[in-house]
């Protein structure tokens, strides 16, 4: 199964290790470093059109992890995965 996160960016849910919240998250001290790295080595995939909501964290066979940036909520997002399962 696939999951739109926005911006026609679709996501294998089975890829998929976490979906954050970004405005919570961002406030912790380890998050913003684990960002602000992902984004030092070009690893920030951006899905939006508007401001960032969210943003998924997801393995990749060539990459240790990539993180995408979603308009759309967290909670919208797990809704999403839920309604497929």
Not at 46 to 61: G, M, N, R, W
Not at 63 to 77: M, N, W
Request: proline fraction near 5%.
């Amino acid at each position: 199964m696939y999951l739109h996160i926005g911006n026609n960016v679709m996501l294998p849910e089975k890829h998929i290790i976490g979906v954050f919240d970004l405005e919570i998250t961002s406030q912790s001290k380890r998050t913003s470093e684990f960002l602000r790295r992902a984004e030092d080595e070009s690893l920030v995939i951006d899905a939006c059109e508007d401001i960032p909501k969210s943003f998924l964290v997801c393995d990749h066979p060539y990459h240790p992890q990539l993180v995408y940036l979603s308009e759309l909520s967290s909670q919208t997002l797990q809704k999403r995965m839920e309604e497929q399962t």
